[in-house]
């Protein structure tokens, strides 16, 4: 087995923001969450695992139940790993931004779709989504930059959709000015956490015109590729490319998820990529209440499943942290 090196926990499946290309605000979580008790045993157990591995806290919005995200935090932190967060920086008070410096992942990536705050403010559900996420970037790079030895890195994130392709360089050019480290892209994927059989969102806002999209990334590309803000490797273009000419076939095996990652469900299940119950009829590989990570990891139901992974060519958006390693060099 190759040692993972990154586990996912989902601690939260509720949202304070109301998106369009993404559901999870219509959740809300079970009462037999995992506690954050049992959190921090996968936490020992993924550790004795490998040692160096990054553990990305995640949610729908991670930080929307502080206490326990700040608890895992440093958890982490006296474990000697490193973690990261994705997070819409929606609402965060002074304290929580002192807290996400002091306490919080080593790595805080905040999504802003656009420098209009119209595109942003659409795609996010609410008007002051825009100005509150700004406001928040600015502060955590501004307290970051004044506390000494900090440890934090702070990036920027966008989806790329139909409505802010066009704008891409100016929204870099932008994002530069924010004093953060890089700029990352993800490009549209199917609704996440759907609740209606049909996507809307996505349908409406998938390129129509697919050779203008495609054009529009690769003079992106060519402008951006020496400058270490832009986080936009070679092959991020080329899956880019190929899931817009064809999204529903990958075509091309680039994924790696099944070696590379662990993925700790609400309630303890333990997938290995963010779509695998749908090539496992439904099934995950087994629950951290029932069997220890390692031993769930080297079952035959892991093995099996790693076979089809290992071949899967599906479109399921592939997202960036299941790429292959070499390929996101
Ligand atoms: C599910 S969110 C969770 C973290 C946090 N709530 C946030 O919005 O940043 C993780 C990332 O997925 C992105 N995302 C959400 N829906 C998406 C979709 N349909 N296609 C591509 N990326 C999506 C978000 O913009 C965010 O950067
Ligand atoms: S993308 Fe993030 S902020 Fe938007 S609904 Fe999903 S989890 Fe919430
Ligand atoms: S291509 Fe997608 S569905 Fe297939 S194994 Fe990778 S992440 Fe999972």
Not at 60 to 67: C, F, G, L, V
Not at 69 to 82: A, N
Request: glycine letters at 4%; aromatic letters at 10%; hydrophobic letters at 35%.
């Amino acid at each position: 087995m190759r040692v993972p090196r990154y586990l996912y926990i989902t601690i939260t499946r509720e949202c304070n923001l109301r998106c369009q290309m993404c559901h999870f605000w219509t959740y809300r979580d079970p009462e037999d969450k995992l506690t954050v008790k049992e959190i921090k045993e996968v936490i020992d157990q993924f550790s004795n695992i490998n040692p160096q591995g990054i553990i990305i806290i995640s949610g729908a919005e991670p930080t929307i139940h502080q206490n326990n995200f700040f608890e895992i935090c440093k958890y982490i932190r006296s474990k000697g790993l490193k973690s990261a967060c994705v997070t819409n920086g929606y609402d965060f008070t002074d304290e929580t931004i002192k807290r996400l410096i002091e306490e919080g992942p080593t790595y805080i990536t905040l999504s802003l779709d656009s420098h209009i705050p119209e595109i942003h403010n659409r795609l996010r559900g609410k008007n002051d989504a825009f100005d509150k996420t700004l406001d928040s970037i600015k502060r955590l790079v501004s307290l970051n930059k004044q506390t000494k030895n900090s440890q934090t890195e702070i990036t920027v994130i966008s989806i790329i959709f139909d409505e802010n392709i066009a704008y891409l360089p100016e929204y870099i050019e932008f994002v530069r000015s924010l004093d953060v480290i890089g700029v990352l892209f993800q490009i549209i994927n199917p609704t996440f956490a759907k609740v209606s059989k049909e996507d809307k969102f996505f349908s409406e806002h998938f390129f129509k015109n697919k050779s203008e999209a495609i054009s529009i990334l690769e003079s992106v590309y060519n402008k951006y590729k020496e400058d270490p803000f832009v986080l936009l490797k070679r092959s991020d273009i080329e899956w880019f490319k190929n899931y817009i000419n064809n999204p529903d076939f990958i075509g091309e095996s680039v994924c790696d998820s099944h070696n590379k990652n662990i993925f700790l469900e609400l309630c303890g299940d333990i997938v290995l990529c963010a779509h695998m119950r749908n090539l496992n009829n439904g099934l995950a590989i087994g629950n951290v209440r029932q069997d220890k990570l390692i031993n769930i990891l080297n079952s035959e139901a892991a093995k099996k499943i790693k076979a089809i992974m290992e071949k899967c060519h599906r479109n399921c958006g592939l997202l960036a942290c299941h790429k292959r390693e070499e390929q996101t060099n």
